[in-house]
Each structure stands twice: as structure tokens, then as C-alpha cells.
């Protein structure tokens, strides 16, 4: 199972960004798709997931209405389309798949290898 991760990089505050997830070797529309995050030092935090369906949605407080995440079952893909970044949105964004739609990271399968989003002030 190989998660490959896209579309991060250096923005200004108020900014947009658009992450990109792509599957291979899963039986993607069976998986639960999701986002974490991570600063160094500190734990991966849950971001965005989506059911298998596409139909059950969740965010953390802190996108919340920032932050839209979508899946296209056809291209085995998840996107993360980011708008109105904050400085505190910094961090290494990780796509995860797994068969539970969870806030732990212990409970995803699969992770990809990153990206990096930077957000300058």
C-alpha cells in the first residue's frame, strides 16, 4: 500500500492550499481517508477524514470551515483544499487510510510520507 502525498509548500497568512492524496496497492473504496498533522516535537494530530462514501465528513475544531476535504473514488485520491491559512496551520501533513473513521492516529492503517505546509506571517 503506497499513500502519496502532494501540493504543500510556503504561503502567506489568508492564503490557499491544495493537498492531493493518491492510493495504490488498496482497495480504495473500501478505506476511510484522512488527514493528520504534525509540528516537531509533538504528536500527529487528526485534521479531516472521510468515510468511505464520501457521505460522512469530520473536521477539528481548528479547520473547521477553513479546511474542505474530498475523495474521487475513480482516481483513488483524497484532496484537502485549505483556505484562509494561519501561521499556526505549519506543519507536515500526513494522507492516512484505514478502516476505521477515528480521531487517533493508532487507529489509520497507512500513511503516506508527508508534505510540508509552511505559513508565513
Known amino acids: 500500500v503506497q499513500l502519496d502525498e502532494s501540493g504543500g509548500g510556503l504561503v502567506q497568512a489568508g492564503g490557499s492550499l491544495r493537498l492531493s492524496c493518491v492510493a495504490s496497492?488498496?482497495?480504495?473504496?473500501?478505506?476511510?481517508m484522512g488527514w493528520f498533522r504534525q509540528t516537531p516535537g509533538k504528536e500527529r494530530d487528526f485534521v479531516a477524514a472521510v468515510s468511505w462514501s464520501g457521505h460522512d465528513i469530520d473536521y477539528s475544531d481548528s479547520v473547521k470551515g477553513r479546511f474542505t476535504v474530498s475523495r474521487d473514488d475513480a482516481k483513488k485520491m483524497i484532496s484537502l483544499q485549505m483556505n484562509s491559512l494561519k501561521p499556526d496551520d505549519t506543519a507536515t501533513y500526513y494522507c492516512?487510510?484505514?478502516?476505521?473513521?477515528?480521531?487517533?492516529?493508532?487507529?489509520?492503517?497507512?500513511w503516506g510520507q508527508g508534505t510540508q505546509v509552511t505559513v508565513s506571517s
Open positions: 492516512a487510510a484505514g478502516m476505521l473513521m477515528t480521531r487517533r492516529q493508532s487507529d489509520w492503517d497507512y
Open positions: 496497492g488498496v482497495a480504495f473504496m473500501s478505506y476511510r
